[in-house]
C-alpha cells in the first residue's frame, strides 16, 4: 500500500507493508541519493515483517518531487516527524515504533528518536563520516548516534568507506561482509531477527506528550 503524507516540505509518500495481528512497527528512511528500493531497507522489510512487525518505508518530500540532493538536515526531520505523526495517528496507532533508515535516514531517526517516541533506532550503513574525512574529529557525526538514548542497533559493512561506529553502551554494532551499500541481505535480516523482537509491544507509538 503506498499512502501520500502532507508536511510543510511538500507530500512525502509512504510505502506500507502491514501484518494482521501487528506486535510493532518499523519505519524507515533512505539514504541521501537513493530511494526506499535499496538491497537493505528490502531485507529490513522481509526480516520485520517475518516478526510480526508492520512496516513503512518513507520517501522525503525531495525524492518525491523528483530531487536527488537532499533538503537540509532540519527540513528531512520536519518532514520525518510530520509522517510519523501521521502514521501512529492511523496506520500504526499504539504500536511500539522503532524508527530508522540506511545512510542519511538512519542519521534522521537518530536524531528525532526523543521526538518520535521510539523504543530504539534502526541505522543501516551509519556515515560515520565522509570518505577519506576519518582523521577529522570535526566531521564526526558519532554525536548523533551518541545522543540517542533508546537502544540502537547499527548493521555496517566492514569496508564502508564511511566508517565504522564503535560499539556503546546503549548501542550494538553488527559488523557484516560488504560495503556502504549492504547488498548482504541475509546478514541484515539475520542481525534484525536476532535484534527486534525484544520491542514488541513494549510500549505506545506516538510523539512525546
Same mark, same amino acid.
Given at each position: 500500500m503506498?499512502l501520500?503524507v502532507?508536511? @510543510?516540505?511538500?507530500?512525502?509518500r509512504?510505502h506500507?507493508t502491514a501484518?494482521a495481528?501487528?506486535?510493532?512497527?518499523?519505519v524507515?528512511?533512505?539514504?541521501?541519493g537513493? $530511494?526506499? $528500493?535499496?538491497p !537493505?531497507?528490502?531485507a529490513?522489510?522481509?526480516?520485520a515483517? @517475518?516478526?510480526?512487525?508492520? %512496516?513503512?518505508?518513507?520517501e522525503?518530500?525531495?525524492?518525491?518531487? $523528483?530531487?536527488? @540532493?537532499?533538503?537540509?538536515?532540519? /527540513?528531512? !526531520?520536519?518532514?520525518?516527524?510530520?509522517v510519523?505523526?501521521?502514521?501512529?495517528e492511523?496506520?500504526l496507532d499504539r504500536?511500539?515504533? %522503532?524508527?530508522g533508515?540506511?545512510?542519511a535516514?538512519?542519521? %534522521?531517526?537518530?536524531?528525532t528518536?526523543a521526538?518520535?517516541?521510539?523504543v530504539a533506532?534502526?541505522?543501516l550503513?551509519?556515515?560515520?563520516?565522509?570518505?577519506?574525512?576519518g582523521d577529522d574529529p570535526t566531521?564526526?557525526?558519532l &554525536?548523533e548516534? !551518541?545522543?540517542? @538514548?533508546?537502544?540502537?542497533?547499527v548493521? /555496517?559493512?566492514?569496508?564502508? &568507506?564511511?566508517?565504522? &561506529?564503535? !560499539?556503546g553502551p546503549?548501542?550494538? %554494532?553488527?559488523?557484516?561482509?560488504?560495503d556502504?551499500?549492504?547488498?548482504?541481505?541475509p546478514a541484515?535480516?539475520s542481525?534484525l531477527?536476532?535484534?527486534?523482537?525484544?520491542f514488541?509491544a513494549?510500549?505506545?507509538l506516538?510523539?512525546r506528550?
Amino acid at each position: 500500500m503506498i499512502l501520500e503524507v502532507g508536511t @510543510s516540505r511538500g507530500p512525502a509518500r509512504v510505502h506500507l507493508t502491514a501484518v494482521a495481528e501487528p506486535v510493532a512497527a518499523l519505519v524507515l528512511g533512505h539514504g541521501a541519493g537513493g $530511494g526506499v $528500493g535499496a538491497p !537493505d531497507l528490502a531485507a529490513a522489510r522481509n526480516a520485520a515483517r @517475518s516478526l510480526g512487525f508492520t %512496516v513503512a518505508l518513507v520517501e522525503q518530500p525531495y525524492r518525491v518531487a $523528483g530531487r536527488r @540532493s537532499p533538503a537540509p538536515a532540519h /527540513q528531512l !526531520d520536519e518532514a520525518w516527524l510530520a509522517v510519523i505523526e501521521r502514521l501512529c495517528e492511523t496506520r500504526l496507532d499504539r504500536l511500539p515504533l %522503532v524508527a530508522g533508515g540506511r545512510s542519511a535516514g538512519a542519521r %534522521v531517526a537518530c536524531r528525532t528518536a526523543a521526538e518520535a517516541g521510539a523504543v530504539a533506532v534502526l541505522c543501516l550503513a551509519f556515515p560515520v563520516h565522509a570518505p577519506g574525512k576519518g582523521d577529522d574529529p570535526t566531521k564526526s557525526r558519532l &554525536p548523533e548516534l !551518541d545522543a540517542v @538514548s533508546v537502544p540502537v542497533l547499527v548493521v /555496517q559493512g566492514e569496508r564502508d &568507506p564511511f566508517g565504522m &561506529p564503535p !560499539d556503546g553502551p546503549n548501542r550494538t %554494532v553488527v559488523r557484516v561482509s560488504g560495503d556502504h551499500s549492504l547488498r548482504n541481505a541475509p546478514a541484515v535480516e539475520s542481525a534484525l531477527e536476532w535484534w527486534l523482537p525484544r520491542f514488541a509491544a513494549v510500549g505506545p507509538l506516538g510523539p512525546r506528550q
